[in-house]
């Protein structure tokens, strides 16, 4: 028999059609937990290397802290040397502070608590897109990203199995005045999901904002020793922190709400070209930024980020998919273990304006060392087009489908006597099929992933089905999950205390764009 | 800086447009040689348990040998218990066999020594799709395969700087009679190539004209002590070896040519549905088969293979790009290092008919596992679609970027001090890009894999361009593989010598479609 002329089995015969019969669900988890060893790409020397690197950098040329004034104050006081907005960080000083008192795993709890998520440890969580101007879909094409798409991308996080959370700035809501739509973001995460969120981090009294709304919804006291959002604070590369960053970053950290620190590496641009460059600098400056946080509130939850990518030497732009990054991302999860906290990266990266092949290829470049590495956060899990600069709805839907790939594979083989299923193999014997067999009948309905997208009918099939490509049976999805969504149950008096907040907050200030 | 308010830069700066006028080669290598630890998804205890189950299975149900009394009399002879063709093992006896003879590393050599591959260890060599009967371009859709076609996949393996082989049966030129298609066949991947080729396994005969044309090009005694000739003999799963198979790999084995002994697995029909138990079935059948090898000519060289994918309980169909497969090829690559022979598996797999994000998201979930496990010999690594009922030309040169990229990532990371670049780093200080600086400057042209395929522009010149997905880039390219192919030289006196051969052989038989 040779691997191609193997006819198609166009029925799956008793099995096939008992499982046919049976509704297929694998059981929701709120956050993946692996049971594999993360893939290593440099040893120990390698990686002491790159730490001591970063300690070179901190301690040579450090990191500015800028327009923040109490931060130099903070940092000069734990024993930085402080020179205008250049702060010099003593060799070994920023990993003694984080170790000391960032919190190995935390729980970013939500308000459903079945849906609470581990950052750190062996979890992994999926969270959608953040940060895109644009959206695509394919009846209408790329446009503005509005409140209501945003509605819509936090609906269908919801409505995914696949995905852990809400995120934060699925898509920029561009018919709001900037000053104003973080509370509208913030307040759709709420009312249409019930999966933990992400904050504003645009401006200090923004995040302040936040973590007041957060504080209607979970009750003041709650947030002091619960985490419940979660906020993306960005280095401005390379070796800067910027005064809407720290300023974000305080006012989470004073609240006791969790921050991913991360370097935002362009390579060639925000850094050397070179990998083992790159980790050094992620690591120094995630340092730097742990350290401010740990230094405003001792213990309050932080996550060393990592967002890496190569560029075109053509155009300068950024590229996705390449295997450089890979590299990086590899070198900084095993980073972050060594240090001891809770690591965010990856996602499904493309640089490709559709969601075609180029798309697909690219996400999974990224994807899969997401897994592989054991990354704990994963921001831009789903929908991610065009580097960043749109969010699509059937590229949404297809990465998620890859998330719940991924739910899987994690769980590693099983070993149990069903899983190794001698018996069967030895009563069946040579050239019997396993299609009826007692173990295939017991077992056929979990047996394998069952993609939503994928069309794995004969060719003949899919022909008389409209010779389809994925974008468009995914297109037929996300509609789906929409007009099929429900909103989970929200408090009457916690929703209308939120809306009178946001009320309030709106009349307060004038329209505006920055 | 959020990550998607990122400006594109238009322009890379000196660094950039020096970078464009240069012209990019990433020297060419024979063959992979990877620098990581494979990954892991088995402890040593589940891997010895495997090994045991697999055992089992050789013991109390054996397997089948058809239609070869001399494999029987073979078996026996060396210690096996045979039935009629039912042929059980003593715990241990396949293992002894193998691993007392066949060779850990081998080397398949080409017409061109430079292009000489080594088959095992840290080696990974790829090779393009097998046995399809269609093919399939966007220009004229899917079509039977034509011995032009045929051709012209190898000119475009020949041609691709990513494939290290020139295959097989890169598809079935279906207008040439199937008895005497193969003489057309291997003719094309000597005449039109000059990278390590396979021969036919169609029937004994087929293979030994095979040995045959390999002794006229390479010369006789040549084959004796060197690799030629790799072939894919795939078991006819459960535990079944038919004397097609058996008939082909005698005729390698005796000329002391390679094979590949593949189960090829769609568990559910040929193999219970469980990971655990495929790879038992898979390593039992592939031990007999090598058994029987050894048996043949000992220390002929011989390659574990597998083949598993998982299957839809809808229709059937075989899938492709699930995890359950993925964990599969893992384990049996860590078995096949425990056994100490080389593994061939992977490739970029997919359902899809056509090359959209299916075709990719499933490509590479096969894709990337094939090399984290450190698979030796990836068949299939370019332009499968369609379960392997066709290949797609663009399909083809999108794979093919893929294998490019494998060969920059299984590098790992430069730790040089020029990899390291500390200095670049202290001295460029914060808040400073890199675009200019000496460090960029010296690395930039071999910084980042560059995919011919990928657009990385901006929307507005990706519109301009006229918003081609990557299918369309793909196509454009295969055409301008072909249009600038030229063939290696081949001496005249062998050509002469094939030809006459070929025009002999064919000239004894009556044209049959068996």
């Not at 644009?134 to 995905?163: C, M, Q, W």
Request: aromatic fraction near 8%; proline fraction near 5%; hydrophobic fraction near 45%.
């Amino acid at each position: 028999m040779t691997e191609t002329t193997t006819p198609r089995l166009r029925t799956g015969g008793r099995a096939g059609r008992q499982a046919a019969r049976a509704s297929h669900h694998i059981a929701r988890v709120p956050f993946l937990t692996r049971s594999l060893a993360p893939f290593e790409v440099l040893n120990e020397e390698g990686l002491a290397t790159i730490e001591h690197n970063a300690d070179t950098i901190l301690e040579q040329v450090g990191l500015e802290f800028r327009g923040d004034p109490d931060a130099l104050r903070l940092l000069a006081d734990a024993g930085a040397d402080v020179q205008g907005e250049r702060v010099r960080f003593p060799r070994g000083m920023c990993r003694q502070i984080v170790q000391a008192t960032a919190p190995r795993v935390f729980t970013q709890y939500a308000r459903n608590e079945a849906n609470s998520v581990q950052i750190g440890g062996t979890a992994t969580v999926f969270a959608p897109n953040y940060g895109s101007p644009f959206v695509r879909d394919l009846d209408n094409g790329r446009r503005y990203g509005t409140i209501e798409d945003f509605r819509n991308f936090v609906k269908l996080a919801y409505a995914s199995p696949h995905l852990h959370h809400s995120g934060g700035t699925v898509c920029e809501p561009v018919d709001v005045p900037v000053n104003k739509r973080h509370l509208d973001m913030v307040y759709s995460h709420i009312r249409y999901s019930d999966k933990p969120f992400m904050g504003s981090v645009t401006a200090p009294e923004r995040a302040r904002d936040t973590v007041e709304m957060a504080r209607i919804t979970f009750g003041a006291d709650y947030l002091e020793d619960h985490a419940v959002i979660l906020s993306l604070i960005n280095a401005n590369s390379p070796l800067v922190w910027d005064a809407t960053m720290l300023g974000a970053a305080r006012a989470y950290a004073e609240a006791n709400q969790a921050t991913l620190l991360t370097p935002f590496i362009l390579a060639g641009a925000m850094a050397p070209v070179t990998a083992a460059a790159v980790c050094a600098q992620t690591l120094a400056e995630a340092l730097g930024g742990m350290t401010f946080v740990q230094l405003v509130r001792p213990g309050a939850p932080v996550v060393l980020g990592s967002f890496a990518s190569s560029m075109s030497m053509q155009s300068g732009a950024p590229t996705f998919g390449t295997p450089e990054p890979a590299l990086v991302l590899y070198a900084m999860a095993a980073l972050a273990r060594r240090l001891g906290v809770p690591f965010r990266s990856g996602g499904n990266l493309c640089a490709s304006k559709i969601p075609d092949a180029q798309a697909a290829y690219e996400s999974a470049a990224t994807f899969g060392p997401t897994i592989l590495a054991g990354v704990n956060f994963v921001l831009h899990a789903a929908g991610w087009l065009e580097g960043g600069l749109a969010v699509g709805y059937e590229k949404f839907v297809m990465d998620a489908d890859q998330c719940g790939m991924a739910a899987v594979f994690v769980n590693g083989i099983d070993m149990s006597e069903n899983g190794q299923a001698v018996d069967a193999i030895v009563e069946n014997g040579p050239g019997q099929h396993f299609l009826g067999t007692a173990h295939t009948l017991a077992n056929f309905e979990t047996a394998f992933y069952r993609s939503e997208i994928a069309d794995n009918n004969s060719f003949e099939q899919w022909q008389e089905d409209g010779s389809l490509d994925a974008a468009q049976r995914a297109n037929a999805i996300w509609k789906r999950m929409l007009r099929d969504y429900e909103a989970p149950p929200l408090d009457e008096g916690i929703d209308e205390a939120l809306q009178e907040f946001i009320a309030k907050r709106k009349a307060s200030m004038p329209d505006s764009e920055v």
